[in-house]
């Protein structure tokens, strides 16, 4: 049975009366085939899995973006029972960020580049909440998408930094079957936007198929996939990036494993996602 719980004392007497070792899968909602796929994961190797609910308002720099964010509690509460979660927490503001509330967990140079550079501020908003949720639930494992590389590289960093007792467990990016990387974001999309979508995807393996077939210089790489993404009318490039997967610094020459990723716009959708070579 899911236990839907909303205050932090009700989530504190939930877990102490559950098997550990705890697995938690934190997300803001509008679940889909990606966040299942976290869940199931975990659902595999714990005894008790959390899903957190929470749109966190500190990750977006721009009220408009926060607000807009889709939200259907009956539908995400529905889909964690059926994955067999154990408790979803799905707390007002105020119980993630409790009065008086005045830290900052702010992650150093990983945060820096692509995502960080592109939206200022955002993993100082994930860290920090990460934390809290981690810290909350106590949790011995937590699972994070892949479709958000940078994102999985700050929490990683954070944990062994601050020597948090949770192993962080990374999960392959779960796809639509033309390609496009699921999102909460995909469905504000109009048929024509989800069509132009895919450009992501196929300029991104573009740039994979080149780098397969020899291609080293990472200008080259990045020039091709911005062409690719030039046939699509509606997609709007914010990056495109060849970079180090550890530091994700800009490369100059391509060894293997290194990470191909981009933001695009489309129709004023913000959609990312990457794909490593070799
Ligand atoms: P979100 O609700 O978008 O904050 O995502 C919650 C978690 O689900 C994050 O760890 C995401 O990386 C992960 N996630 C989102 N989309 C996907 C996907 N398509 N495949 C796998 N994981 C995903």
Redesign the pocket.
């Given at each position: 049975m899911t236990q839907v719980l909303r205050s932090r004392t009700e989530l504190r007497a939930a877990l102490a009366t559950l098997p550990r070792p705890v697995g938690l899968?934190?997300?803001?909602?509008?679940?889909?085939?990606?966040?299942r796929?976290?869940i199931r994961r975990a659902r595999s190797e714990n005894p008790t899995v959390v899903a957190t609910i929470f749109v966190?308002p500190r990750q977006f720099s721009q009220a408009r973006d926060f607000m807009k964010y889709p939200r259907n509690e009956a539908r995400d509460l529905a889909i964690c029972a059926d994955e067999g979660v154990d408790i979803v927490w799905a707390p007002p503001t105020e119980e993630v960020y409790v009065a008086g509330f005045d830290t900052l967990v702010s992650v150093g140079a990983i945060s820096g580049p692509l995502e960080g550079a592109a939206r200022p501020g955002h993993f100082d908003g994930v860290a920090t909440v990460v934390a809290i949720l981690l810290s909350l639930v106590g949790a011995d494992r937590a699972?994070?998408?892949?479709?958000?590389y940078q994102?999985?590289q700050v929490i990683r960093q954070m944990a062994l930094d601050l020597a948090l007792p949770t192993e962080v467990v990374p999960?392959?990016?779960?796809?639509e079957p033309d390609g496009l990387?699921?999102?909460?974001?995909n469905g504000r999309l109009s048929p024509a936007g989800r069509a132009a979508a895919t450009v992501l995807r196929r300029a991104l393996l573009a740039a994979a198929a080149s780098v397969r077939s020899g291609e080293r210089d990472a200008d080259t790489v990045r020039e091709l996939m911005r062409h690719v993404l030039a046939t699509e009318p509606l997609a709007d490039p914010d990056y495109v990036s060849v970079a180090d997967p550890e530091t994700l610094r800009e490369l100059g020459g391509i060894s293997d494993g290194a990470l191909l990723s981009m933001a695009v716009r489309v129709e004023g959708v913000r959609l990312i996602d990457n794909e490593r070579v070799g």
């Open positions: 899968v934190p997300t803001m909602g509008w679940l889909h085939d990606g966040h796929s976290l966190n699972y994070f998408g892949l479709k958000d994102q999985v999960c392959q990016t779960v796809r990387a699921m999102s909460s974001r």
